[in-house]
């Protein structure tokens, strides 16, 4: 496409205005779709940060539907995959009056599976409570009626309920072609849409995914494209990581030796000592546990594989070998009868998956030893057991082999788990990347000060073009950055309570909602421990939401509808999160978000890079905890009529020299020290609201 088309497309009279009456002429917004029009026309890669209010999607869809021949648009939530498909999609579509088909794709944990769904009507006992009967009911005639089996469709059963679990498959369970309802498989349905559609809408996981079953050369997960665009693209280093490792857990271990006993009991009694064979497995996994105890006492409840050759724990290493042998004979078992039925099939499947994932672990520059895979037709590729489990294997094989890894042990209440991630995904990354694909990379927050390099080094991508546009908010004029000039360090014991007196005054005055965000979920629970005395002691009645009470989303919806809300959250918290208007009108940062020193990822890749002279603090852990305060920082600002205070409460980002490269990296807002003025702030703004509703009423 030419520039000049794009131009016309998005005039003030083009086709676009018409269809939006809200629609407004944004530069920025033509010159990102002329960029990226560009990089699919010569099958390019482009890393293009979008500021708020460019109108990036619009930016990026524009030019796939009309010259992006085959696309997969692949974004870092299903809240943004909904958001698209649903809305911004078929609007841009229908504006252009172009006949591009679309389909959405989701992970098979999204659909609902007629197979598990019959199996647990059968057995009610499996319910857990009187909710879960009426959730069942509920569930058992949406899947008579729906065309998708999505669960996001089902609004009367919660997305977290823990039902759902029970009623889906997972790569472990699900019996593929051998499933006595594949001919009605909500998952296989979705998948072949995907094959036949124009344009794809995926997720980064299911992308990973895909990259690399075609890497072993099984290309049935999603259609062969032209183009990728990946929104929230700042995602992908972490989704990468998390996918190109592998983990299994004690309680994978447990349920495994459950689900093999009682299907070999049902459908293969004489074949073998069935209860034995899995007792043998509980034995192991309990023995293991038992083993890491002293784990439990270390901080952050983690121990990496080198601090555990270290410390002594050789105990650990022969029970790791029991489970190994454990899972190998069960699994043998279990495939010496898999034809029997569809159950015992399954469990030799996922006993197969778990026994490579065991020996990666403990050896992971060596090939795991071939596993026995039982018969089975080769329709759905994505199958433990089938040509799916070997190929994601293989691949997160290569990655952990191909570069250094990092293997640790991470301890919960009553399970543990054992995680292996590579400390680089850039070259599995960019290998994967099939030839003559044109790449496009977005979000809101890619650079640091202007420089792209931490982002575009994490993925491989030298060849990349970077571009940046700048968002056409009037930040100075919007916002104010209020960061308190008396408060102690984070690491004062005094800091929780101190940070809490500078907000009270900030939420007192803010006539819309509040988002307190956190970098920790003890944080939150000190926080807002202290925000509740403070406001049974001051007789405010506002509401105080905190993570935890409630799913996300149900925390989210209840902002939006009470009046003067006060949210506290962390992590998930700072990003993927729109209120707009007067329902926000005050985000509060407690800490600079350095990421946490005893996360064994972050601190195995800030050992490699010191060891190789490197500076792993300007190198990697600023250039992190830039991206994630401008992320944050962004929940503030959403649309031109939006307004508030941005309040953070280290004093570092204004103190110490490195400070300026991170305020810097935030959207322009005005800035002071000074509580009174940001008070002042609130005053004039309010009164300007007062005003301009005073004379829109006369």
Not at 203 to 229: K, Y
Not at 603 to 626: D, S, V
């Amino acid at each position: 496409m030419l520039d000049t088309e794009i131009s016309e497309l998005f005039s003030p009279d083009g086709p676009l205005a018409a269809a939006s009456p809200s629609y407004r002429v944004r530069t920025p917004q033509i010159e990102l779709a002329q960029a990226i029009a560009r990089t699919l026309s010569r099958r390019g890669t482009l890393v293009a940060e979008a500021g708020t209010g460019i109108g990036k999607t619009w930016a990026y869809l524009v030019p796939a539907f009309l010259g992006g021949g085959k696309v997969l648009i692949s974004t870092g939530t299903r809240a943004l995959q909904d958001q698209l498909f649903g809305r911004d999609l078929p609007r841009v579509r229908a504006a252009l009056s172009v006949p591009v088909t679309a389909a959405l794709l989701k992970g098979r944990g999204n659909y609902v599976c007629h197979y598990h769904l019959e199996r647990l009507r059968e057995d009610e006992r499996a319910l857990k409570s009187r909710s879960e009967i009426g959730q069942l009911r509920k569930i058992e005639l949406f899947a008579r009626e729906s065309r998708t089996g999505d669960r996001a469709d089902l609004a009367g059963v919660p997305e977290e309920a823990d039902i759902w679990q029970r009623v889906t498959s997972t790569r472990e369970n699900c019996l593929g072609q051998d499933c006595p309802r594949v001919r009605d498989c909500f998952v296989l349905k979705a998948r072949r849409q995907a094959q036949e559609a124009d344009v794809v809408v995926v997720n980064h996981a299911l992308f990973l995914a895909d990259l690399m079953l075609r890497e072993e050369g099984v290309t049935d997960l999603l259609p062969q494209a032209d183009t990728v665009i990946f929104d929230e693209a700042h995602q992908l280093p972490d989704t990468a990581t998390r996918f190109l490792g592998t983990s299994v857990s004690t309680h994978q271990l447990l349920d495994l030796a459950r689900n093999a006993e009682a299907a070999g009991l049902a459908h293969a009694r004489e074949a073998c000592n069935w209860a034995d064979a899995s007792r043998r497995l509980e034995t192991a996994a309990r023995e293991l546990r038992l083993a890491c105890a002293p784990i439990e006492r270390m901080p952050g409840r983690k121990l990496t594989f080198e601090a555990l050759a270290q410390g002594g724990l050789q105990a650990v290493e022969g029970a790791l070998q029991d489970v190994q042998q454990a899972l190998d004979a069960l699994q043998q078992a279990l495939a010496a009868s898999a034809e029997r039925h569809p159950d015992i099939l399954a469990a030799a499947r996922g006993a197969g998956e778990l026994l490579q994932r065991v020996q990666r672990w403990r050896q992971p520059q060596a090939e795991p030893a071939p596993v026995a895979v039982p018969p089975a037709s080769l329709a759905d590729p994505t199958q433990p057991g089938q040509a799916g489990l070997a190929a994601r294997e293989s691949v997160a094989a290569a990655a952990l082999a191909e570069g250094a890894a990092v293997r640790w042990i991470e301890m919960s209440a009553h399970h543990l788990r054992l995680h292996a991630a590579p400390l680089s995904v850039a070259q599995a990354f960019s290998r994967l990347r099939p030839a003559g694909q044109a790449w496009v990379l977005t979000s809101a927050t890619l650079s640091v000060h202007n420089d792209f390099y931490h982002f575009t080094s994490q993925l491989g991508l030298t060849d990349a073009q970077a571009m940046r546009w700048e968002s056409p908010f009037s930040y100075a004029e919007q916002g104010l950055l209020f960061v308190p000039r008396d408060l102690p360090l984070p690491q004062s014991p005094q800091f929780a309570e101190r940070f809490v007196a500078q907000l009270l005054p900030l939420i007192e005055a803010s006539p819309g909602g509040a988002l307190v965000l956190c970098t920790t979920l003890r944080a939150v629970e000190r926080v807002a421990e202290l925000l509740q005395e403070a406001f049974e002691a001051r007789g405010w009645n506002w509401p105080l939401l905190r993570q935890g009470q409630a799913p996300r989303r149900e925390l989210l919806e209840q902002f939006r509808k009470l009046e003067h809300p006060v949210l506290v959250g962390s992590a998930s918290f700072w990003e993927g999160i729109d209120l707009p208007g007067d329902a926000l009108t005050l985000v509060a940062i407690d800490k600079l978000p350095f990421a946490p020193p005893d996360d064994p990822v972050i601190e195995a890749r800030i050992r490699a890079c010191r060891e190789r002279g490197g500076n792993p603090f300007a190198e990697y852990q600023l250039p992190e905890a830039a991206i994630a305060l401008k992320q944050g920082a962004g929940r503030l600002i959403r649309t031109e009529s939006d307004w508030g205070v941005l309040m953070v409460g280290d004093t570092r980002l204004v103190d110490k020299p490195y400070g300026k490269q991170l305020w810097r990296g935030l959207p322009p807002f005005a800035r002071t020290r000074e509580q009174a003025e940001a008070l002042a702030f609130y005053a004039r703004r309010t009164a300007t609201g007062v005003s301009q509703a005073e004379q829109a009423a006369s």
